[in-house]
C-alpha cells in the first residue's frame, strides 16, 4: 500500500466527535464568526471551539448574540451564526429569530438539547424548540443520528441563504456531540420539496413593460427584498433609464442615494409628502421586493386606487397577501430587473408626473422647528450625517429615533440602515451595531439608541474594548418611551401611562463602568462642535444628547387611515 493510500486509510478510519464534526462542517461552510454563549448542554461544543479555528464573540446574553449575528448578516449578507445552550438559553434567542424571520435574515441558529433520552421527560434545562420556533423559522431540525449531523447542518445553511432568506434552526441533543463518526461533510444539497423560483416568467416580464410604456403616472416602490438580492446596480439603471419617481420602505433606503433627482424618499406612516401622494395617484405601481406591510399601506383597501400593481417577489407567498395584484412575477429582484432592462421600450410620457412629484418635494419637504434652548433630534441626525459624510453603517434601536434617522441621514448605499423593520424590536440596537462592526471592521458605525431601549441591551457594551470596536453610540435621551408617548399624546388625551421615565441611571457612569469613551451633550448652541469632538474621539464611545421630550415624529399617518391623510402637514 502506498503512502497516499495510507494516509486516506487512516482519514477515513479517524472518527470525530459529534462537537468536532459540527466545526468542521462549519468550517467548510465558509463561516468566519459564531455570536454564542456556553451552557451545560454545549459544553462539548465549546470545548472544540476552544482551540479558536472559529472565533466565538461571547455575548452577554443570548439576545445579545441573536440580534449580533442579525446585524453581522445584515450588514454582510452572510449567514449569522449562533450558539447557545438548552432550556433559558435557547428561548432566550426566540426574540430574534422572530426578528430576523420577518426582515428576511439569514441566520443559523444551533441550540442545545438535553441528551436524547431525556427529551420529553421535562429534564433540566428542556424546551421543546422545535414546537417554540415551527412559525418563525424557514426551516428546524432536531439531530437524533450524528450520521446525519454534516447533512442537516450544510441544508440549514442552504435554506438559510436562498430564495427568501430567514432564519433556521439545529436542535442538538448533547449525546450528539460526544458520540464520533465520520460521515462525508460536503455532500451536495438536493432538496425535492424545497426549490425556490428564481428566474421570473419571462411572459410576466413583457407584460409589465408593456403597461410601463402606456403608463402616464408610474412608480416604483424599492423594498428590502431589492437590497437582498444585490439588485442595486440594476435598479439604479432602471431608474435612469426611464426617469421613474421611486419610493423606498424603511429597508429599502439607501438603494437610491438621498438626493437622486427620481427618488421621493420613504413611503407609509412616518413617509414623505411626496412618497406618500405618489402612492395614492400613481397609474402604474412596480413593487420590487416590498410586502405591501401595514406601516406602508397604512389602508390596504385605499391603496394606489387608481394603480395597476405589479409585485415582484421571491417569495409568492407574498404576492397579493395584502393588496391585490395585476402583474405577479415570482422571481428573484436582481434577475427581474436585468430582464426588464433587456427589453427595449419608448419611454412612457410621464414628464408632467415627474414636474408634480419634484414640486410636492419641494413644497411639503421634511422639517422641524429649531429651539434656541432645546435640542431638537433632527437636527442631530442631520450633524451626524454631514460629521460621517453620509458614509457610515448607520444601526438603530426601535421608537422614535429609529424613525428620525429613517427620514434625516443621508443614506447612500444598501445594507447601509441596518435596523429591527417588521418586528420592531426595542433592544436590537446596541448588539445589532457590535455585529455589523465584526463583519465591517475598517468601516464607521454609528447606533443611535433611545433611553428606552438602551436599557434593555446596554449589557452588550461590555465586549467592546476586548474587540477593538470603534463604534460611536449616540443615546437621544428624552426620558421617555418617545413613540408609545406620541401615540399616547396623540390618540389617548395626553395620558401618558407608564411612558415617561422619572428616574434614570447615569448613563455616562454606566460608560465608564464598560471603560469606554463618554460625552453629555446638553447645550444646542454647541450641539455640533460637541458631537465632532465626540465623534474625533478614537475608540468606543457613548454620546448621549440631551432632546426635547415632546418632540413627535413627523408626517404621520394615523393607523388604519390611507396614506394620503397624513398629519404634520402644512
Excluded at 195 to 216: D, Y
Excluded at 429 to 456: L, T, W, Y
Aim: charge should be negative; aromatic fraction near 6%; proline fraction near 6%.
Amino acid at each position: 500500500m502506498g503512502v497516499e493510500e495510507m494516509k486516506q486509510k487512516m482519514e477515513t478510519e479517524h472518527l470525530y466527535s459529534g462537537a468536532d464534526l459540527l466545526i468542521k462542517c462549519l468550517e467548510n461552510q465558509g463561516v468566519e464568526l459564531i455570536f454564542g454563549y456556553p451552557g451545560g448542554s454545549v459544553l462539548p461544543l465549546y470545548d472544540s471551539l476552544y482551540d479558536e479555528s472559529i472565533p466565538n464573540i461571547l455575548t452577554r446574553h443570548e439576545q445579545g448574540a441573536v440580534h449580533a449575528a442579525e446585524g453581522y448578516a445584515k450588514a454582510t449578507g452572510k449567514p449569522g451564526v449562533v450558539i447557545v445552550t438548552s432550556g433559558p438559553g435557547a428561548t432566550n434567542v426566540v426574540t430574534g429569530i422572530a426578528d430576523a424571520m420577518i426582515d428576511s435574515v439569514p441566520l443559523v441558529v444551533i441550540t442545545g438539547q438535553v441528551t436524547t433520552p431525556g427529551i420529553g421527560k421535562d429534564a433540566f434545562q428542556e424546551a421543546d424548540m422545535l414546537g417554540i420556533t415551527v412559525p418563525i423559522t424557514k426551516n428546524n431540525y432536531q439531530v437524533r443520528d450524528i450520521e446525519e449531523l454534516p447533512r442537516i447542518i450544510n441544508e440549514a445553511f442552504h435554506i438559510a441563504t436562498t430564495g427568501r432568506k430567514g432564519p433556521v434552526l439545529i436542535d442538538l441533543p448533547k449525546d450528539i456531540t460526544v458520540l464520533k463518526a465520520n460521515p462525508r461533510i460536503d455532500k451536495p444539497v438536493h432538496l425535492e420539496s424545497y426549490q425556490p423560483t428564481t428566474t421570473p416568467s419571462v411572459l410576466q416580464i413583457e407584460r409589465l413593460m408593456g403597461l410601463l410604456k402606456k403608463a402616464k403616472k408610474p412608480l416604483l416602490l424599492v423594498g428590502g427584498g431589492l437590497v437582498a438580492a444585490n439588485g442595486v446596480k440594476e435598479l439604479r439603471q432602471f431608474v435612469e433609464k426611464y426617469q421613474i419617481p421611486t419610493v423606498s420602505t424603511l429597508l429599502g433606503l439607501g438603494l437610491l442615494p438621498h438626493d437622486h433627482p427620481n427618488f421621493l424618499g420613504m413611503g407609509g406612516m412616518h413617509g414623505t409628502f411626496a412618497a406618500n401622494m405618489a402612492m395614492m395617484e400613481a397609474d402604474l405601481l412596480i413593487n420590487i421586493g416590498s410586502r405591501f406591510d401595514d406601516r406602508l399601506a397604512c389602508s390596504p383597501e385605499a391603496f394606489a386606487p387608481h394603480a395597476k400593481v405589479a409585485h415582484i417577489d421571491v417569495d409568492p407567498v407574498e404576492i397579493g397577501k395584502i393588496i391585490k395584484t395585476d402583474v405577479p412575477i415570482v422571481g428573484d429582484a436582481k434577475i427581474a430587473l436585468q430582464q426588464m432592462l433587456s427589453i427595449e421600450i419608448e419611454s412612457p410620457d410621464c414628464e408632467e408626473w415627474r414636474k408634480l412629484c419634484e414640486e410636492r418635494q419641494q413644497k411639503y419637504p421634511l422639517k422641524y422647528e429649531r429651539h434656541a434652548e432645546i435640542i431638537k433630534p433632527q437636527e442631530v441626525v442631520e450633524i451626524v450625517g454631514r460629521i460621517t459624510e453620509g458614509k457610515s453603517y448607520v444601526v438603530t434601536d426601535v421608537g422614535q429615533h429609529q424613525m428620525w434617522v429613517a427620514q434625516y441621514y443621508p443614506f447612500q448605499f444598501p445594507k447601509q440602515l441596518i435596523t429591527s423593520g417588521g418586528l420592531g424590536t426595542m433592544g436590537y440596537g446596541i448588539p445589532a451595531g457590535v455585529g455589523v462592526k465584526f463583519g465591517k471592521r475598517d468601516e464607521s458605525v454609528v447606533v443611535f439608541v433611545g433611553d428606552g431601549g438602551f436599557q434593555m441591551t446596554n449589557q452588550e457594551l461590555a465586549i467592546l474594548n476586548q474587540h477593538n470596536l470603534d463604534i460611536k453610540f449616540v443615546l437621544l435621551n428624552n426620558q421617555s418611551l418617545g413613540m408609545v408617548r406620541q401615540w399616547q399624546e396623540k390618540f389617548f388625551n395626553e395620558r401618558r401611562s407608564q411612558s415617561v421615565f422619572h428616574e434614570q441611571p447615569d448613563f455616562m457612569k454606566m460608560a465608564e463602568a464598560y471603560g469606554i469613551g463618554n460625552k453629555k451633550i446638553t447645550d444646542p448652541a454647541t450641539l455640533e462642535k460637541d458631537l465632532q469632538e465626540a465623534f474625533a474621539t478614537p475608540g468606543p464611545m457613548l454620546i448621549e444628547v440631551m432632546i426635547c421630550n415632546k418632540e413627535h415624529v413627523l408626517p404621520m399617518i394615523p393607523a388604519g387611515m390611507p396614506n394620503d391623510q397624513m398629519l404634520g402637514v402644512d
